[in-house]
C-alpha cells in the first residue's frame, strides 16, 4: 500500500528515469511513462482510501462500543449474580446456623424427655417392685406363716394332799382322749376345720404341744404355731378344755384341790421360725422374672405397632404429596 502513494508522487514530480549508457548490451530503454488513462487521479485515490478508512475505523469504533456495552452488561449482571452469591452465603450461614440451634434445642428436649421418662421409668420399676416385694411378703406369710410359741399355766389352789398325782393328773390329761373330744368339738365351733376331729388334735398336740411342771401344783403348757393369733386361740381351746375336764373330775381324784387358769395365753412377740424372707424373695424372684418377660413382650409389640403407624404415616404423606387418590374405593367397588 505504501508503492502506490510513491509512484503517484514521481508521477506529479514528472522526474525522468535515467537510461541505461549507450554502449550497454540491452536493448530496453526505460522511459517516463505516463499515467494509465484508466485510473483515478492521486487526490481521488486519496479522499477514497481517506473515506475507506474513516468508514473502517467508524466500524471498528462502533464494535468496539458495542462490544464494550456487551461486556458492561456482562458485568452488571455477573456483578448481580456476584451480590446475589454473596446473599445467598450469608443467608446459608444464618440458615446454618439456625439448624446448629435447632439441633442443639432438639437435643436437649430429647435429653428432657429422656430423663423424663427414665425417671418415670424408673419411679415406674421402684413402685411396681414395691408392689410386687409387698405383694411377695403377704403371700409368704400366708404360705410360710412364722411360727410363735405361745405358753400358759395351771395352778392348783388351796394345800395339795399329793402334789405328784396332781401334776400326773394333768399332765396326763393334756393327752386324754375325753380332751381330745372335748377340744376337737370347740375348735370346730371356732371354725378350724383342720383340728374338727379327736385323731387330729392328737396328732397336732404330740408334735406341738409340750407339759412340764415348773414348780410344785404348777403346769406349763407351751404350744408351737404358726401365726400369733391362731396360736393364741388354738392354745386357749386346748387349755380350757383341759380345765374343763379336770374340773368334771374333781370329785373322783383325792388331791383335794381345785385347777384354775390365773393368766390368760401369752404368745412370744419374736417368731421361733420365720422362713418368710426367703419365701418371699423365692416369690420375688420368680415374680421379677415373669415381669421382666412380660414387660419384654409388651415392649416388642408396642415397638412393632409404633413402627408399622410410622410406615403408614410416612406412605399416607407420600400420597398426599404426590396427590395420588385412594385406591380402597376402588377396590372395595372391584371386589
Known sequence: MLSVPLVQSAARSRLPIQQPPSGSDSTF????????????PPDQASRAFIVQRRERLRRVRKALAEQTAEVRTAYGALQHKLNACDALLV???EVAEAARAIEAERQRIHARIASGKASRGLAAVVVSSAIIAIGCWWAAAKV?????????????T?????PKRWEDFHAELTRHPSVM????????????????SPTQVREFLDSRLHAWVPSSGRLRMELSGEGQDATRRLLETIASAVLAEAEEAGPRRLDG???????QVRVDEEPVIDERLIAAAVLFGVAAVVGGIGWWIVYIMA?????RLTQLDALATVVEDEGWDDPAPSVRRAA
Do not use: C
Not at 410360710?144 to 392348783?156: D, N, Q
Open 29 to 40: 530503454e526505460m522511459s517516463a511513462q505516463p499515467a494509465q488513462p484508466d485510473r483515478q
Open 91 to 93: 443467608r446459608r450461614q
Open 144 to 156: 410360710r406363716p412364722p411360727t410363735y410359741v405361745a405358753g400358759v399355766e395351771l395352778v392348783a
Open 158 to 162: 388351796g394345800e395339795l394332799s399329793d
Open 181 to 196: 373330744e372335748r377340744a376337737a368339738e370347740r375348735l370346730q365351733r371356732r371354725g378350724i376345720i383342720s383340728l374338727g
Open 257 to 263: 384341790s381345785r385347777t384354775v387358769m390365773p393368766g
Open 303 to 307: 415397638s412393632r405397632a409404633q413402627q
